[in-house]
């Protein structure tokens, strides 16, 4: 009677052990069964009661299912605990022969490439590339380029003034003056930089942009010439034909003046933020160097003709790249800087 209830108890304790499906569940049945006040635990208080023989038999068989038990309780346990390693191994897996990843190298800013692309575009049509300083005397910003203190034009550039007849360059056109000084007639330049201009900011305004002068000087120079520059240079940078109109425009240290526009390549046409809903994108405001800044720079304008053109370094990289809102370029934004 014991005795059959103590080979019950032990198989279906040995039959929950086997599916049991977690540690907890295992320890939950070691305590039922095999703990201090477990079922094999009340079975042994009951021996007292017995007859010698029969104690003796009972006590060797609850001997042997207790160790039983405990050798099916490890071995489960042994099991989980494999298991668990295993699973962790799995998801902890390094492979320790590839390749270290490194730093991320950075990139150059878009504004950058484009400039160094134009360089050497320039650079192989034997152009020379000039520099100039930010901080540039009224005279170069302004005077030598035919634009006299109380001209208008000086209210069409909101400027910052620094005192003592130096401001921020408003335009890229200061450098011409310098050209003019260091290289005399016949010259070819360009002079790629960063401008500055005290204007209310939004998606195509900054107070901090780029342009990239131009500059030719020599006899008989037309606006064929000019035109000629332009379309080598835009098709240069868009790597096809773009759609272009020549508007006049008005620069005091032009003459005739205009404007280039290109169709705005972020829309196409239809109009948007960048174009101001127009379809079109003033990039290239160029003309015939007036001959006032060409004998300020001490050149001769019976001698020499010249032209000129003022690119908009930011507003081209906009173009090339879909970028639709200038203000990302000076944000420091890696998640945008990244993407180049
Ligand atoms: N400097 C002019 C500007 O920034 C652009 C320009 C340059 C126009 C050269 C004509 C010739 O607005």
């Avoid at 099991?79 to 390094?94: M, T, V």
């Avoid at 575009?121 to 100039?132: H, I, Y």
């Avoid at 200061?174 to 204007?199: D, S, T």
């Avoid at 003022?310 to 639709?324: P, Q």
Wanted: aromatic share 8%.
């Amino acid at each position: 009677m014991l005795e059959s209830q103590l080979q019950n108890l032990a198989a279906s304790a040995r039959e929950r052990i086997l599916s049991a499906a977690s540690p907890e569940q295992l320890e939950a049945v070691r305590v039922e069964v095999l703990g201090r006040k477990g079922a094999l635990a009340e079975i042994s208080k009951g021996m007292g009661k017995l007859t010698p023989e029969d104690r003796a038999q009972i006590g060797k068989l609850l001997n042997t299912a207790k160790n039983d038990l405990e050798a099916a309780l490890e071995e489960r346990r042994n099991r989980f605990a494999n298991e668990a390693l295993q699973a962790r191994l799995d998801a902890e897996w390094i492979d320790v022969t590839l390749p270290a990843p490194g730093p991320r190298p950075g990139t150059l800013h878009p504004l950058t490439r484009i400039q160094q692309e134009l360089e050497d575009l320039f650079t192989s049509m034997g152009v020379a590339v000039l520099d100039g300083p930010e901080v540039e005397s009224e005279y170069n910003n302004f005077d030598a380029l035919n634009i006299p203190p109380d001209h208008p034009a000086r209210d069409m550039q909101d400027t910052f003034w620094l005192g003592d007849g130096l401001c921020l360059r408003t335009h890229t056109s200061p450098v011409q003056v310098r050209g003019m000084a260091k290289l005399g007639p016949p010259l070819r330049m360009i002079a790629p930089g960063r401008v500055f201009r005290n204007e209310e900011v939004d998606a195509s305004h900054e107070h901090t942009f780029y342009q990239l002068e131009g500059m030719m000087v020599d006899r008989n120079v037309s606006i064929a010439h000019m035109l000629y520059f332009m379309k080598t240079l835009l098709s240069h940078i868009f790597g096809r034909e773009v759609t272009v109109r020549l508007r006049p425009g008005y620069f005091p240290f032009v003459e005739p003046g205009f404007e280039l526009d290109i169709q705005c390549l972020i829309c196409g046409g239809p109009g948007c933020a960048v174009c101001k809903q127009s379809g079109w994108v003033e990039l290239l405001p160029c003309g015939l160097v007036h001959p006032n800044v060409l004998r300020q720079g001490g050149i001769d304008p019976e001698q020499w003709g010249g032209f000129a053109f003022g690119l908009g370094l930011t507003r081209l990289v906009m173009m090339r790249y879909g970028i639709d809102d200038i203000r990302h370029l000076q944000s420091g934004d890696l998640r945008f800087l990244r993407q180049f």
